[in-house]
Each structure stands twice: as structure tokens, then as C-alpha cells.
């Protein structure tokens, strides 16, 4: 199994490429250690000393690490981390599988919702997975979009940017209702 890595614009986080399936859909976040119960995969890349964060996709695992250790150093045993796991047979989650990304919502903006969503899911999505990450629909009020950052979105130094000039630009273009996007934690 050969494993490719990629560079992510947050420079704690790395993207790793097993050329396998990692998630048939949806996408998982684990934040911590304490997270990952429902998830082999992120459990033992875990067990590598230095790694803060998780994150799957459809074919690719973000690890972001701490700020003491060195990706040179911290790189080939995630790298054995993942191997062994695919090695092993077991499935990257336990139960019923990744989440489907967006948080319902239920109201007055409901058709407002359901073209943030769309267009979330059309222009936004596939380019922040490039980069190892996910943005979620989290909650629209009185023309403020809330979004959760998830991977190597989650703390990258470029995030408010990327929302900003990004994403808000591209949603107050579409949908005039919009006038600001906000990230939740």
C-alpha cells in the first residue's frame, strides 16, 4: 500500500491518501482523542503521540498535530498508523456510518436554507476537501450564515479569509438575504 501526503494551508495539518475508500460518504470529525470512540481508523491514528485531531473524507484522512512536534518526525508513524489499519480489514467507523455534513433547520428561511445548502454543497465543499477539510451548514438568522469548520479548515490560519472573502462573497452574490457568514466551534 503506498500512502501519498499533501500539503494543507494549515500548516499543523497534513492530508494523507491511502488510494482506498476511506468514507463511502459523509464525512467524520474527531477533535480529540476522547471523540473517536466510534471510529477504528481515528483511534489508532490517535495512538501516535502528537496527533490533536482526526478528520475522514471520501479518500482521505486529515491529521493535524501539535505545535511541539515536527511533522518529520511525526509523519511515518501516522503513515504505519494508517497502513496497519487498512492492513487489519476494519471499517473506518463503527455503526452507522459518517454524517451527512449540514445541520437541519426548520423555519421561516426554509427555501433561503435550502439554496445556502446547495450552493454549500456545489462550489464550497469540493474545493475545502482538496485541502483536507469540510465547511457544514450550522444556522441561518436574520441573514447571518453560521458555518462550522471541520479538518484542516478547523484552525488554519487562512479560515477567516477563506469565509470572508470566500465564502460570504460567494453566497451574498446569490442569495441577497445573506449579509454575513460567521463560524461556529
Known sequence: MFIQTETTPNPATLK?????TVLGQGTADFPSADTASASPLARRVFGVAGVTGVFLGSDFITVTKNDSVIWDHLKPSVLGAIMEHFQSGAPALDGAGAAGGHTEHDGPDGDIVNQIKELLDTR???AVAQDGGDITFHGFDRGVVYLHMQGACAGCPSS??????????????????????????
Open 124 to 126: 464550497v465543499r469540493p
Open 160 to 185: 477567516t479569509l477563506t469565509l470572508k472573502m470566500g465564502i460570504e462573497n460567494l453566497l451574498r452574490h446569490y442569495i441577497p438575504e445573506v449579509t454575513e457568514v460567521r463560524p461556529v466551534a
Open 16 to 20: 494523507f491518501l491511502p488510494g482506498e
